[in-house]
């Protein structure tokens, strides 16, 4: 079980490689951690209305966002690696390209790359 789990874990990782090589962060695509940030900041907004100006409050409402966005990013990545192992092929099939998107758009090494010849290009 082990062996397939590194066999997946090392597919995962080559196909986010080449899914960052080929497409990058395609325009107009939300990056998750911009949809990630929207979030939060609906979050905050929230948590501000409701807490007024009480310094308390509004140290609680902070660490009840903090806790929120890191435990939902968490649990969802564990759920979706789970999925991948067990069940219908089908649902092991999409979990896997959910994953691979998720880590392309992590790695940027695309991006990064544009970004060194542009300042390269400038200099």
Known sequence: MAEIRLNISIALLITAYFLDFLIGDPEGVPHPVEIIGRAIEALRRLAESCC???????????????STVVLTCGLSGWCLERLIGKGNPI????????ISIALSSGLASRSLRESVKAVLKAL
């Open 91 to 98: 649902v092991q099939l999409l979990s896997f390209i959910v």
């Open 52 to 66: 007024k100006s009480n310094p308390l409050l509004l140290r609680l409402a902070g660490l009840g966002l903090t």
